[in-house]
């Protein structure tokens, strides 16, 4: 469902980074819980309509994890990457998307979850991508409504965690 908390997602031209923010209407704690809890970020990560398979998943600093997304036709795509740092502030850790002809082309995520007053949490992530074709390339493959309909199915469960 859409939601009144809008993602932004900036991107400067010829440059290798994009911000995205969001704002929540939840506590940072569970905020954080849906990006550990594999029962949770299966049900989230993505755009609608797509089934989420979770490989693997280990949620801790030095942890690795790969899943797969299914579309309505059965098409997979497949993500992969290791996670550098993991707490309620502060997640670092590595994302590639494993369709693309040649290996190597692996961003580099820095999400910072901030506390706001009335229980809100505001997600901040600054993604560095190999090159700014590599950042582009993201953007025009339609990553902001991936993550902005992932985050709408967050705020759901959200909601019921209240």
């Known amino acids: 469902m859409p939601s009144k908390n809008k993602v932004t997602v900036t991107a400067e031209p010829g440059k290798q980074e994009l911000f995205i923010t969001r704002?929540?209407?939840a506590p940072r704690a569970l905020v954080y819980k849906a990006h550990i809890d594999p029962k949770l970020y299966?049900?989230?990560?993505?755009p609608h309509g797509y089934e989420m398979i979770l490989e693997s998943f280990e949620p801790v600093s030095g942890g690795r994890y790969r899943y797969i997304q299914k579309d309505t036709h059965g098409n997979e795509f497949g993500f992969h990457g290791c996670f550098h740092e993991i707490s309620e502030e502060l997640m670092i850790q590595t994302f590639e998307f494993e369709g693309l002809p040649e290996r190597?082309?692996?961003?580099?995520?820095t999400?910072?979850?901030e506390e706001l007053p009335g229980n809100r949490t505001r997600v901040t992530i600054q993604s560095v991508y190999q090159s700014v074709e590599d950042r582009d390339g993201m953007v025009k493959a339609?990553?902001?409504k991936g993550v902005r309909e992932g985050y709408e199915r967050m705020d759901d469960i959200l909601a019921g965690m209240k």
């Open 23 to 25: 704002e929540f209407d």
């Open 42 to 46: 299966a049900q989230w990560l993505g």
């Open 104 to 109: 190597g082309h692996v961003i580099l995520d």
């Open 111 to 113: 999400m910072r979850l």
């Open 142 to 144: 339609g990553m902001e």
